[in-house]
């Protein structure tokens, strides 16, 4: 039964260049973003992207695929088990 519910997974993959132009894979959703952090469901888990002047130039979530543009200086994952967890807010969640 577990693998029928990984074939409808997506492969998870984060591709930088020169820690100014980001693309990835296997998205599930943008939950927020500003100028300095963006915050993604993956396949992965939660991924917190840090930076300045960050951009989300193109976004196809029917593909899953999201490509960021700006001063990337920190990537962050934590654990998927946690969304909707106890009422608890997103970033509760994430430093946890």
């Known amino acids: 039964m577990e693998e029928l519910t990984n074939v409808n997974k997506r ?3 984060l591709m930088l260049n020169n820690r100014r132009t980001c693309n990835l894979t296997g998205i599930n959703d ?3 973003f500003d100028e300095n952090e963006i915050i993604l ?3 992965q888990g939660m991924l917190m992207i840090k930076g300045n002047e960050l951009h989300v130039s193109r976004l196809t979530l029917d593909k899953g695929e999201v490509d960021v ?3 990337v200086d920190s990537f ?3 654990e998927q088990a946690g969304i909707g967890a106890k009422g608890e807010s997103l970033l509760a969640r994430l430093f946890k």
Do not use: C, I
């Open 41 to 43: 469901e993956t396949e």
């Open 69 to 71: 543009d700006g001063r």
């Open 30 to 32: 943008v939950l927020s």
């Open 76 to 78: 962050t994952y934590s």
């Open 11 to 13: 492969a998870h993959k």
